[in-house]
Nanobody, 128 residues
Framework: QAQLVESGGGLVQPGGSLKLSCTDS????????IGWFRQAPGKEREAVSC??????????IYADSVSGRFTISRDNDDHTVSLQMNSLKPEDTAVYYC???????????????????WGPGTQVTVSS
């Protein structure tokens, strides 16, 4: 079972960029569908982006709110899934989590209910 850890969060001004990383200490990341999600104070956890496994069909899903600004990718070492975030807005402020698709669930959508093995999260704050 994957043990995920997020990193790369921080404070950035509007219009700035951050790159988040999701790593797995068990080195099984390449076999998993990985999702990035976020939760702002007082709001429900929402999807940001999801990517198929290294051996999947290469499918990538983005939430409408981040499409064109965020890019999800698998690093060549197969131990990291990154989320490059550009043109950040104050409404992107949240705790960002990565997670794996639950067993027996088909990768048809990018929804928090379909994912488990959540990491502890990393805080992203966009403010001037």
């Amino acid at each position: 079972q994957a043990q995920l850890v997020e990193s790369g969060g921080g404070l950035v001004q509007p219009g700035g960029s951050l790159k988040l990383s999701c790593t797995d200490s068990t080195f099984t990341l390449k076999y998993d569908v990985i999702g990035w999600f976020r939760q702002a104070p007082g709001k429900e956890r929402e999807a940001v982006s999801c990517i198929s496994s290294r051996f999947g069909d290469g499918r990538i899903i983005y939430a409408d709110s981040v499409s064109g600004r965020f890019t999800i990718s698998r690093d060549n070492d197969d131990h990291t899934v990154s989320l490059q975030m550009n043109s950040l807005k104050p409404e992107d402020t949240a705790v960002y989590y990565c997670a794996t698709l639950r067993p027996q669930i088909l990768f048809k959508r990018c929804a928090p209910a379909d994912f488990g093995s959540w990491g502890p999260g990393t805080q992203v704050t966009v403010s001037s």
